[in-house]
């Protein structure tokens, strides 16, 4: 395997402090035990056996999780369920259940660095597929069909994308299932964003409906509870969960039994918290908006979903974020999710967001 670091956690390293505000911040509102649970919930973690779990996940907290899929998919359930460590560990595993060396993967560019630097760990080059901003960042399927080559084993996507705010609709994945299906490839759907639907324009692709297909979701986004590490992949292809589990076996082989606890109480309130932080990030979209308004250097395609937009800054983009980190706010530039110019990314999911935007606002 070859390993490099991601970007974004060596550009964190780089930096000289922290910032008080991290206005690029990718996850919904922070959130304590205390925030999120009843007393009684908080108590019954003490008697939770910390044991070895399933490597598949608890069944009454895949249940849970099912739930939220259960209209879309009803002719799924838990058994097509594996929870893991994030969607990191989904994304990492499923890279390496399905490459070999010299196999290709296509996606979206920009997007996040895990996605497009994950092939190569295994040996593996991804094959990008350029968004552009005169699109409002849409991509064509027809980009897509031209990246394909013998050597492709998937295609990955991401919607609502980070760090567009861009969204595919169902048109577009039933045309990118049929293009896997000719080329027998595996659609990899990174759906970290798609219960961040603060617009209702619903957001939640059906993928599933193809065998070779399998999303991956996490309690970090749209929950706001990264430091729960519960995530989980969904697939009706028996073949790779059985792979996706027997790899698990060997790395963190369950969960901590008391994420898993947690996890399963933020399933039972999963609709009122979903609703709370797609508020928060409505709020903050619509702030922000009035602030790219009033800012004649800065544009950007207003998302629809998501939690996440990318902006460009018609000025030189360093001195900008230079000055805005002076200010105690850390804005993280496009360059780290590979696209050249004068683009930053910009988070929605804070409480904290107003005060962050009030600190450069000041200008
Ligand atoms: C698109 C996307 N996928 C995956 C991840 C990984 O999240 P986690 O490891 O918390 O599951 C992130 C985190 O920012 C992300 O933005």
Redesign the pocket.
Known sequence: MKIRAMKHHEFYEKLPRRARYNLSD?CGATATLQDILSVDEIAALASVPLIYGSVEGRDDLRSGIYNLYQQLYPELGIDHITVLS???EG?FSIMACILKPGDEVIGMLPC?P?LSDLPACFGGVFKPVELNSGNRWQPSIGDFAAQVSERTKGIVI?SPH?PTGMLLDQGFVDSLIALCEEHDLYLIS?D?FAFSDFSGIGCQLNVLKYEKAILAN?L?KTFGL?GVRI?WVMTRNEKLSKLIRDLKTYNSICQSQLDEQVACFVMQKADALIKRNNEIVRENIELFDGFVANNNSLSWHRPEAGMLGLVHSSEPLKPLLDSWFEKDVLVLPGELFSIEGDYFRVGFGKKEFSKALACISAD
């Open positions: 990718a994030g969607t990191e994304l996040y895990s991401n980070n990174d970290v996490v970090s990264p995530g």
